[in-house]
């Protein structure tokens, strides 16, 4: 299973707590609706600040 760091999931949990507020917002300037999206926001968040989240590459290998 993949291991992601503390910061990690707080990035995510306050992206999901934003999209159920309705102010998050996609790169392409939509409103954000889908918790996967929501979820991918996060962890790309967390790897532009360096924190411990496996790549994306490694987490579809996994899964296939």
Known sequence: MAKYS???GEKVK???HEMKEGTLISGS?????????????G???ARKE???VPNKREI???KS
């Open 6 to 8: 503390k910061s990690a």
């Open 14 to 16: 306050e992206n999901m």
């Open 29 to 41: 300037g939509q409103k954000v609706t889908n918790p996967k999206q929501a979820i991918a926001i």
């Open 43 to 45: 962890l790309s968040e």
């Open 50 to 52: 360096r924190a411990k």
């Open 60 to 62: 579809k290998l996994k």
